[in-house]
């Protein structure tokens, strides 16, 4: 029962009196706490906290207050903010619902930006003022606002799991003094059909046929590294997607497309034609990978492409010393973040745009879940609207003057009234 014990004395049993007990009066009056506010926890373990001397009714406001909280189920336990930010996010990040790769970047990002700085803080201590100073720190470490968001938005939806849990009363990251680092919105520029054959002709010839499948069917670099030759239909002329390679915790494993997304791409006859070459030049290599994690079930196939050694292709070991080297020898910058091989991807997205195809086909070509992200990465290279628009307004004027020039020629050839 909840209830503020008086601890200027305590209870003990009376040598006078067996059976009965007397009040004795506590040393500690005057040096510590005298009262305790006591109350069962959600989880029937005891909740107290100790006050001084002459705050009795301090005490009894606070527990009344703990009582409302829990009726209006608001109620956070006050031993829960002692867990530190590090404890915690062990836990969160170990049962997060995401593919391995991805709690691997994760697990990367904390380790070296968010737990140095804040690990050892208990959850309920994180204020805005300690995020706007760790925000401080990363800026004056020359962090990108692009990566600064990234390391803002995964910890934000760590201390909004801590709420979640009852375990903070609100998330530091929601306060109106925090703002969020917005990353500069960068148009995408695609590569020009040149500076796509150059790169793909300064490629080891074993590698060229990547290209065509990046620029000409729109596949991502793992995608492209994890298509199987029975994944091609020659007859119907069609590409289906099914999985890709990818690396997780230093091992080459086999997985679904991103967003696990399966999809079927029209096969061009030129692509069609590079493939066929590519097959009938190099023996295809059966490859065995775990599925999905490194602990996964094995998977074997017959892939299109693999490295010189004929094991699946680590995209590390490709972009180092195979693509950045194509880059550079065709005179193309080749910094960390810059002309990787997904802006082929790019250029595939630039030509079907140009040539009118629709964005819901783009952008399930590309694999993209929803049209409107499709939009708003290539609007600016649809066709000019202006000129759709004059041409379109045009052509109705054009189509009334017909039928006023028809109605007047019928008018005309129409025998007078008797």
């Known amino acids: 029962m909840a209830h503020v014990q008086d601890r200027w004395f ?35 373990n005891e909740i107290s906290k100790s006050f001084p001397d002459g705050q009795l009714k301090i005490a009894k406001d606070w527990l009344a207050k703990q009582q409302v909280d829990r009726a209006l189920g608001i109620f956070v336990d006050p031993r829960a903010g002692k867990i530190t930010v590090r404890s ?34 208990q959850l309920a201590a994180v204020t805005p003022s300690t995020v706007r100073g760790w925000d401080r720190q990363l800026r004056e470490a020359g962090m990108s606002d692009r990566y ?5 938005t995964n910890l934000s939806a760590l201390f909004t799991a801590a709420h979640d849990d009852g375990l903070i009363a ?10 969020k680092p917005r990353p500069a919105k960068e148009k995408v520029v695609p590569w020009p059909a040149k500076q796509v054959w150059d790169v793909q002709a300064a490629l080891p010839e074993r590698f060229r046929v990547l290209v065509d499948l990046a620029a000409g069917l729109g596949l991502r670099q793992g995608e ?9 239909d020659f007859l119907r002329g069609v590409v289906t997607v099914r999985r890709q ?7 080459r494993v086999f997985a679904l497309p991103k967003y ?8 061009p006859e030129p692509v069609k034609l590079a493939v066929a070459a590519h097959l009938r030049r190099f023996t295809q290599d059966t490859i065995a990978l775990p599925w999905d994690v490194p602990t996964g079930k094995e998977a074997r196939h017959t892939l299109v492409v693999t490295s010189m050694w004929h094991h699946a292709i680590a995209a590390n070991d490709f972009n180092r010393d195979y693509w950045k080297k194509a880059l550079k020898a065709v005179g193309v910058p080749h910094g960390r973040y810059e002309n990787g091989m997904h802006d082929l991807r790019h250029f595939f997205a630039s030509v079907l745009l140009d040539h009118g195809v629709s964005i819901k086909a783009v952008a399930e070509w590309l694999g993209h879940t929803d049209p409107a992200f499709t939009l708003a990465t290539y609007t600016h290279l649809m066709p000019d609207s202006d000129g759709q628009t004059k041409a379109a307004i045009a052509g109705v004027y054009e189509r009334r003057a017909r039928d006023d ?13 008797v």
């Not at 070296?112 to 803080?121: E, M, N, Q």
């Not at 600064?148 to 803002?152: A, G, I, M, Q, V």
């Not at 020039?405 to 009234?417: L, Y």
């Open 245 to 251: 390679v990818k690396t997780v915790r230093n091992t």
């Open 170 to 179: 609100k998330n530091p990251f929601g306060g109106k003094s925090v703002r």
């Open 224 to 232: 492209c590294f994890g298509l199987a030759v029975d994944d091609i």
């Open 260 to 267: 696990d997304k399966i999809r079927e791409i029209p096969l």
């Open 148 to 152: 600064r968001h990234t390391l803002f």
């Open 88 to 121: 915690f996010a062990t836990r969160w990040l170990a049962d997060l619902d995401v593919d391995e790769m991805s709690r691997e970047h994760l697990e990367m990002r904390f380790r070296s930006r968010i737990l140095p700085h804040l690990g050892d803080l």
């Open 405 to 417: 020039e028809q109605s007047a020629d019928e008018a005309h050839d129409r025998p007078a009234d």
């Open 10 to 44: 305590r209870v003990e049993p009376d040598p006078e009196r067996p059976g009965k007990t007397k009040r004795v009066p506590t040393s500690r009056h005057g040096q510590g706490h005298r009262y305790k506010a006591r109350f069962e926890g959600p989880d029937g």
